[in-house]
């Protein structure tokens, strides 16, 4: 089976590539301590650390939904041909995501709604892709919804210091196309896609970071972004990214969110989660546990 069921939505995983982001446990999650790290090996090795040369691995992938008739992307990865000085290994990339959504069902002229959860490179790369040497939104009939907080924020004309960081070129290429094309609803706080889908404000590791939250037939699930980008943050939830703009603020919001899918007894499916990708949560003290994961396959490679 290729797909899961949440209440009437139909989930499925659609992977754009799997490996390495070229830093170190305590380079990715500074101030992480090496014991949490060497004490949750069974947990992390080998899908999300490598421990031949103790590099973080993540996958990048889209969260493909059928819900109400309609067919919703939530991310969308790195994307092809994109120039990124600052990430060489996401550096005028040439992978088959397209092929991978094709194998899933889906052509880009299907999508009908585009999710960005937040405005990160690697999450609004395949927005755009390059033709006849100008970028054009790749899902033409799609509209994209995306945080007015992370648009006004990764917007260089207000925020001059995205020049030489991870997200330099990426609103020009990836975001400010599909504005012009008239695709773009920016929204603020909460906004609701239909009876099964809300997207919620979620901010911390950005101004503008969300989740989605699936709520049909009893059943829950959430889409959660960047909200952790290993398992190992389940249980160590006071612990960011060094991508994390607020520190304090994505403490808090990571743990609320856990915290809620917790209680819901929730499906929680995060950005860059590999192997199974899918998990449940329960309180553990003070912290968190992973308490199951959802035999989740995957379209690519």
Request: with cysteine; charged share 20%.
């Given at each position: 089976?290729?797909?899961?069921?949440?209440?009437?939505?139909v989930?499925?995983r659609?992977?754009?590539?799997?490996?390495?982001?070229?830093?170190?446990?305590?380079?990715?999650?500074?101030?992480?301590?090496?014991?949490?790290?060497?004490?949750?090996?069974?947990?992390?090795?080998?899908?999300?650390?490598?421990?031949a040369?103790?590099?973080?691995?993540?996958?990048?992938?889209?969260?493909?939904?059928?819900?109400?008739?309609?067919?919703?992307?939530?991310?969308?990865?790195?994307?092809?041909?994109?120039?990124r000085?600052?990430?060489?290994?996401?550096?005028?990339?040439?992978?088959?995501?397209?092929?991978?959504?094709?194998?899933?069902?889906v052509?880009?002229?299907?999508?009908?709604?585009?999710?960005?959860?937040?405005?990160h490179?690697?999450?609004?790369?395949?927005?755009?892709?390059?033709?006849?040497?100008?970028?054009?939104?790749?899902?033409?009939?799609?509209?994209?919804?995306?945080?007015?907080?992370?648009?006004?924020?990764?917007?260089?004309?207000?925020?001059?210091?995205?020049?030489?960081?991870?997200?330099?070129?990426?609103?020009?290429?990836?975001?400010?196309?599909?504005?012009?094309?008239?695709?773009?609803?920016?929204?603020?706080?909460?906004?609701?896609?239909?009876?099964?889908?809300?997207?919620?404000?979620?901010?911390?590791?950005?101004?503008?970071?969300?989740?989605?939250?699936?709520r049909?037939?009893?059943e829950?699930?959430?889409?959660?972004?960047?909200?952790?980008?290993?398992?190992?943050?389940?249980?160590?939830?006071?612990?960011?990214?060094?991508?994390?703009?607020?520190?304090?603020?994505?403490?808090?919001?990571?743990?609320?969110?856990?915290?809620?899918?917790?209680?819901?007894?929730?499906?929680?499916?995060?950005?860059?989660?590999?192997?199974?990708?899918?998990?449940?949560?329960?309180?553990r003290?003070?912290?968190?546990?992973?308490?199951?994961?959802?035999?989740?396959?995957?379209?690519?490679?």
């Amino acid at each position: 089976m290729d797909e899961i069921t949440v209440g009437d939505v139909v989930v499925a995983r659609v992977e754009e590539m799997h490996g390495p982001v070229g830093m170190t446990p305590d380079q990715f999650f500074p101030g992480s301590p090496e014991k949490a790290w060497r004490d949750r090996h069974d947990l992390l090795v080998p899908d999300h650390l490598n421990p031949a040369d103790n590099v973080v691995q993540v996958a990048m992938q889209t969260w493909l939904l059928r819900s109400g008739g309609r067919t919703i992307l939530v991310d969308t990865g790195v994307g092809n041909d994109k120039s990124r000085p600052a990430v060489a290994w996401w550096d005028h990339l040439d992978l088959d995501y397209l092929g991978n959504l094709d194998r899933a069902g889906v052509r880009p002229e299907d999508v009908d709604v585009v999710v960005n959860t937040h405005l990160h490179v690697d999450h609004v790369g395949w927005n755009t892709r390059l033709r006849d040497g100008e970028w054009e939104p790749t899902f033409p009939n799609a509209t994209y919804l995306v945080p007015k907080a992370d648009f006004e924020f990764w917007n260089p004309a207000n925020n001059p210091a995205v020049a030489g960081g991870v997200n330099e070129n990426v609103f020009e290429d990836s975001v400010a196309p599909v504005h012009a094309n008239g695709q773009v609803v920016l929204w603020e706080d909460e906004h609701r896609i239909d009876a099964n889908l809300t997207l919620e404000a979620a901010p911390g590791h950005t101004p503008g970071s969300s989740v989605l939250k699936l709520r049909s037939g009893g059943e829950q699930a959430l889409f959660a972004g960047d909200l952790v980008h290993t398992p190992w943050q389940v249980a160590e939830p006071d612990h960011n990214s060094c991508f994390c703009e607020d520190a304090a603020g994505s403490r808090r919001t990571r743990r609320h969110l856990l915290a809620w899918a917790a209680d819901q007894r929730a499906l929680v499916l995060p950005a860059h989660i590999s192997g199974h990708s899918a998990f449940t949560v329960e309180h553990r003290g003070s912290s968190f546990a992973i308490s199951g994961w959802a035999p989740f396959p995957r379209y690519g490679a």
